[in-house]
T-cell receptor, first 118, second 110 residues
Framework: EADIYQTPRYLVIGTGKKITLECSQT?????MYWYQQDPGMELHLIHY???????EKGDLSSESTVSRIRTEHFPLTLESARPSHTSQYLC?????????????????FGSGTRLTVV | GQSLEQPSEVTAVEGAIVQINCTYQ??????LSWYQQHDGGAPTFLSY????GLEETGRFSSFLSRSDSYGYLLLQELQMKDSASYFC???????????FGTGTKLQVIP
């Protein structure tokens, strides 16, 4: 049973359209992340958040934006989609606290949104 | 910056043991994680090592040597369903950012 949900699972959209990829988690995690991954390739961090009203850009430059108004919700928006945005977008959350003496750290990933821009 | 290196592909026989290595360069190191990802699926967390040594979870074990900036994932009694990509990931920095390696595609053959 998934505790982090992404919608839509697949999306084909025309160039220039505005889209929002949804991500919600029910675990109460403060930390949430968006990764971009092309097939067979590594994951690149594009945005992250450590709590409500906290958002930061990741290591990979992205033309997308994010918001974090509620703990459980971390949507990603592309204002004007382009073919170069075609990729898989993965949302993740975690509760890692470095102060924990015996941390059991791990990200929980959503199923991803496979985006195709034509 | 941060970098991780792992082999791009590994092939092993069903029932055998396989080791996937990972070397890393990073500052502010907290620990090393391993994830499994089947084609078309999402990564699934397998293990996390913050201290030197071996951590065992069923058929999977993970090892870390902080002094060598090196770790490995050991898969025993390989099954066909273990065919997937395996990513090492470094947790580092003041705000727990995770950087993923390029992934190792494991193919298990009969």
């Amino acid at each position: 049973e998934a505790d982090i949900y992404q919608t839509p699972r697949y999306l084909v959209i025309g160039t220039g359209k505005k889209i929002t990829l949804e991500c919600s988690q029910t675990m109460g995690h403060d930390k949430m992340y968006w990764y971009q991954q092309d097939p067979g390739m590594e994951l690149h961090l594009i945005h992250y958040s450590y709590g409500v009203n906290s958002t930061e850009k990741g290591d990979l430059s992205s033309e997308s934006t994010v918001s974090r108004i509620r703990t459980e919700h971390f949507p990603l928006t592309l204002e004007s989609a382009r073919p170069s945005h075609t990729s898989q977008y993965l949302c993740a959350s975690s509760e890692f606290n470095p102060a924990d003496r015996n941390p059991n750290y791990g990200y929980t990933f959503g199923s991803g949104t496979r985006l195709t821009v034509v | 910056g941060q970098s991780l290196e792992q082999p791009s592909e590994v092939t092993a026989v069903e029932g055998a043991i396989v080791q996937i290595n990972c070397t890393y360069q990073t500052s502010g190191f907290y620990g090393l994680s391993w994830y499994q990802q089947h084609d078309g699926g999402a990564p699934t967390f397998l293990s996390y090592n913050a201290l030197d040594g071996l951590e065992e979870t069923g058929r999977f074990s993970s090892f870390l040597s902080r002094s060598d900036s090196y770790g490995y994932l050991l898969l025993q009694e390989l099954q066909m369903k273990d065919s997937a990509s395996y990513f090492c990931a470094v947790l580092s920095g003041g705000y727990q950012k995770v950087t993923f390696g390029t992934g190792t595609k494991l193919q298990v053959i009969p």
